[in-house]
């Protein structure tokens, strides 16, 4: 009698590890999938300081949080005219 349930908990067992590894790899194929995306939307310092300074022209945006921005933006700028320079 013991053999039976025996069998039947490894069984079992078995087969919930599978679906266990099955949702672990759709999760981790979702997950890479969503990473690439917003990295292929990300906006370059440049894209983004063009869309502040309207915001700023505009009006929706204070002068300080304006220059809070650019000083923000001006070593994110540093960094990709230097990774610029090291690849091409």
């Not at 949702?23 to 981790?28: D, E, G, H, K, T």
């Not at 979702?30 to 894209?47: C, D, F, G, Y």
């Amino acid at each position: 009698m013991m053999t039976g349930w025996f069998e039947s908990s490894i069984v079992e067992l078995l087969v919930w590890s599978a679906v266990l590894g099955g949702m672990v790899a759709v999760a981790s194929y979702a997950i890479r999938k969503v990473r690439a995306a917003s990295v292929q939307q990300e906006l370059t310092a440049h894209e983004l300081m063009a869309k502040f300074r309207e915001s700023h022209s505009k009006g929706e945006l204070s002068e300080a949080e304006f220059r809070t921005i650019k000083t923000t933006l001006a070593a994110r700028f540093q960094q990709e005219l230097k990774d610029d320079d090291e690849t091409g």
